[in-house]
């Protein structure tokens, strides 16, 4: 089962900036999709940015401008460049595997256990 492991959190002010990272193991020969979500308390899991595996990249309507999805095929990671940090971008974030490519046990869907970002004001 592949492992997804992120990294980079921590807390800073408004308007700072923070490169989270997402490191993909145990891929046994698949390449996949990567998205970046994140969860506030009492709020729903949402979408952030997503990177395909030619380097096409998605972003939500809050990220655009300020965050950067990046991948390193070489090193099998995955980051998030977010600048200009808001209050509200306080959330644990979390990357997944979307399309998946290779052989046929090749799934999508896994995620990693997260990584917290807080901005105070």
């Known amino acids: 089962q592949v492992q997804l492991v992120e990294s980079g959190g921590g807390s800073v002010q408004a308007g700072g900036s923070l490169r989270l990272s997402c490191a993909v193991s145990?891929?046994?020969?698949?390449?996949?999709?990567m998205s970046w979500y994140r969860q506030a308390p009492g709020n729903e899991r949402e979408f952030v940015s997503l990177?395909?595996?030619?380097?096409?990249?998605n972003y939500s309507d809050s990220a655009k401008g300020r965050f950067t999805i990046s991948r390193d095929g070489a090193k099998k990671t995955v980051y998030l460049q977010m600048n200009s940090l808001k209050p509200e971008d306080t959330a644990m974030y979390y990357c997944?595997?979307?399309?998946?490519?290779?052989?046929?046990?090749?799934?999508?869907?896994?995620w990693g256990q997260g990584t917290q970002v807080t901005v105070s004001s």
């Open positions: 997944k595997t979307e399309r998946a490519f290779g052989g046929y046990w090749c799934r999508s869907g896994d």
């Open positions: 145990r891929s046994a020969g698949c390449n996949y999709d």
């Open positions: 990177i395909s595996i030619s380097s096409n990249t």
